[in-house]
């Protein structure tokens, strides 16, 4: 079996990033959910605080425990960890959980199809290994433009709440910091994958709990409905897929990993 590359990605890396689409693409759907009984804040924090220790237990479980970071990559590899985490994580979680409360989710998922275009030019310059030529230049376009028109531009101009345009450039803002932590992930050092994603995920909930409590205290008197749609986010879209995000994107290349933001809006709708 050959090695994976940006070129030639493999059909398992193929069949991980349709599983990445319908677990982000359903996350948008069960943040909403969740925000009905905790606070942006603390939907950001708890998530990453549940998936940050169920990581960590399963790296230490596999013999990837966050010593490893530091061992293999030294300072490099945690300030890479450190940068990502929050980067990919801690603002974009604030970000969507914020936007979320008032545009529809339909929205929030086009504007992660977004990600591919803003992920070009950020590849060109830092990452120009993976190969960008006018076919991937067209095919993303495309893959753009046609997402739109199967969803409906009406998506585009849902409404929301009266701060329906805070909500929209809180979700542009959140694309953004995927694709910037999405080339980042690509030009980290070397590391056991569950360890950094484990890192990425605990620094994370080291930035956002001690807010989370301070802006929205301790949860009370949560139902059952929200609570489990704050399990369901922490455990898949934020645990288990960061560890697969980790492998595609180092194996197959960020752009390649971007792929998967064509398919997520389909499922959010």
Same mark, same amino acid.
């Given at each position: 079996?050959?090695?994976?590359?940006?070129?030639?990605?493999?059909?398992?890396?193929?069949?991980?990033?349709?599983?990445?689409?319908?677990?982000?693409?359903?996350?948008?759907?069960?943040?909403? !959910?969740?925000?009905?009984?905790?606070?942006?804040?603390?939907?950001?924090?708890?998530?990453?605080?549940?998936?940050?220790?169920?990581?960590?237990?399963?790296?230490?479980?596999?013999?990837?425990?966050?010593?490893?970071?530091?061992?293999?990559?030294?300072?490099?590899?945690?300030?890479?960890? +450190?940068?990502?985490? +929050?980067?990919?994580?801690?603002?974009?979680?604030?970000?969507?959980?914020?936007?979320?409360?008032?545009?529809?989710?339909?929205?929030?998922? +086009?504007?992660?199809? !977004?990600?591919?275009?803003?992920?070009?030019? #950020?590849?060109?310059?830092?990452?120009?290994?993976?190969?960008?030529?006018?076919?991937?230049?067209?095919?993303?376009?495309?893959?753009?433009?046609?997402?739109?028109?199967?969803?409906?531009?009406?998506?585009?101009?849902?409404?929301?709440?009266?701060?329906?345009?805070?909500?929209?450039? /809180?979700?542009?803002?959140?694309?953004?910091?995927?694709?910037?932590?999405?080339?980042?992930?690509?030009? /980290?050092?070397?590391?056991?994958?569950? /360890?950094?994603?484990?890192?990425?995920?605990?620094?994370?909930?080291?930035? #956002?709990?001690?807010?989370?409590?301070?802006?929205?205290?301790?949860?009370?008197?949560?139902?059952?409905?929200?609570?489990?749609?704050?399990?369901?986010?922490?455990?898949?879209?934020?645990? +288990?897929?960061?560890?697969?995000?980790?492998?595609?994107?180092?194996?197959?290349?960020?752009?390649?990993?971007?792929?998967?933001?064509?398919?997520?809006?389909?499922?959010?709708?």
């Amino acid at each position: 079996m050959s090695t994976p590359t940006p070129e030639n990605p493999g059909l398992i890396n193929w069949l991980l990033i349709v599983f990445l689409g319908v677990v982000w693409g359903a996350a948008f759907m069960t943040q909403a !959910m969740a925000l009905e009984g905790f606070g942006p804040w603390s939907l950001a924090a708890w998530r990453t605080v549940i998936g940050g220790l169920t990581l960590w237990s399963i790296g230490a479980a596999m013999g990837q425990g966050l010593g490893r970071i530091g061992q293999e990559a030294g300072t490099r590899g945690w300030a890479f960890s +450190i940068w990502i985490g +929050i980067a990919s994580f801690a603002l974009p979680f604030v970000l969507l959980s914020f936007g979320l409360q008032h545009v529809p989710s339909a929205f929030a998922g +086009i504007t992660m199809g !977004m990600l591919p275009l803003l992920v070009l030019p #950020l590849v060109a310059i830092f990452s120009p290994e993976e190969g960008i030529g006018p076919r991937r230049i067209a095919g993303v376009t495309l893959g753009f433009i046609g997402l739109v028109i199967l969803i409906g531009p009406e998506a585009l101009l849902a409404e929301g709440s009266d701060k329906a345009f805070w909500g929209r450039l /809180a979700c542009i803002a959140a694309a953004c910091c995927y694709a910037v932590g999405s080339v980042s992930t690509r030009r /980290a050092p070397k590391m056991p994958p569950v /360890a950094f994603a484990a890192a990425t995920l605990v620094v994370a909930s080291v930035i #956002l709990l001690p807010i989370a409590l301070w802006q929205e205290g301790l949860p009370r008197d949560l139902a059952l409905r929200p609570v489990l749609a704050l399990l369901y986010v922490a455990l898949l879209p934020t645990a +288990i897929a960061n560890i697969i995000r980790v492998r595609v994107i180092t194996t197959a290349g960020s752009l390649f990993m971007t792929m998967t933001n064509y398919m997520v809006p389909v499922w959010a709708v």
